[in-house]
């Protein structure tokens, strides 16, 4: 996998200056969800793609999006696929082959954040499903598929948290204060509030079926 990141930004809660505090390498692609192509111009990064039906902005801010986007992809109002669909969609055609990290999709309507868990059920996404991570800076969300993973501990997160998206079976954590061996999820269970063993950078998993998320977090007010 390549060591580009495509960073989308979308329309919702997003602090601006975690945002502009971010590191953008000369290979990393930078797509505007609607609202978030004005993010990335205020925030002073580029703007390689901006898509969606710009129903978030003013007719003046959509003209400035577009005449400082590399491509604008405008998108109808009424459609079968959200926003963020369509940019991941954008992403498959470009066989993109690195990272993809979604910012401004956390909080706010719970609609659309259910939307966004829902994607692990999308097999369309298959390829790309563990190359996609959710975030802001109180949470990080990722997809596993069956198999042996390592997570790397996040700095600045304390939880460590597994969420069955269905059954999952023969699911071992390693590494970790609360562990598991074989254990088998009959049904969607959430382990959370799990924490790395102290001076432990990484931890493992396995698992033979299912999908899970995992989320590393912290309090929002610490």
Not at 65 to 78: F, G, R, T, W
Not at 180 to 186: F, W
Request: charged share 25%; with cysteine; hydrophobic share 40%.
């Amino acid at each position: 996998m390549s060591h580009a990141q495509a960073l989308l930004v979308g329309s919702g809660d997003l602090d601006a200056k975690w945002l502009e505090s971010l590191d953008l390498g000369p290979d990393d692609f930078c797509l505007g969800v609607d609202k978030g192509a004005r993010r990335l111009l205020e925030a002073g990064m580029p703007l390689d793609l901006a898509l969606g039906d710009f129903d978030s902005v003013t007719a003046e801010e959509k003209a400035w999006i577009c005449s400082k986007a590399k491509q604008v992809v405008e998108l109808p109002a009424m459609k079968d696929a959200t926003d963020l669909e369509e940019a991941l969609d954008y992403l498959l055609k470009m066989n993109w082959q690195g990272t993809i990290r979604c910012l401004g999709f956390l909080g706010g309507r719970l609609d659309h954040t259910l939307s966004m868990v829902w994607l692990g059920y999308e097999d369309r996404y298959r390829e790309i499903l563990e190359q996609l991570t959710f975030e802001d800076p109180y949470n990080s969300l990722g997809f596993l598929l069956p198999g042996d993973h390592q997570v790397d501990r996040q700095p600045d997160k304390k939880y460590l948290s597994f969420i069955g998206l269905g059954p999952v079976a023969d699911l071992t954590l390693n590494q970790v204060v609360y562990t598991l061996d074989n254990y088998q999820m009959t049904t969607p269970r959430a382990f959370i509030s799990n924490e790395f063993l102290p001076d432990v950078s990484t931890m493992t998993l396995s698992f033979t079926s299912g999908r899970l998320l995992v989320i590393q977090s912290r309090d929002a007010w610490r």
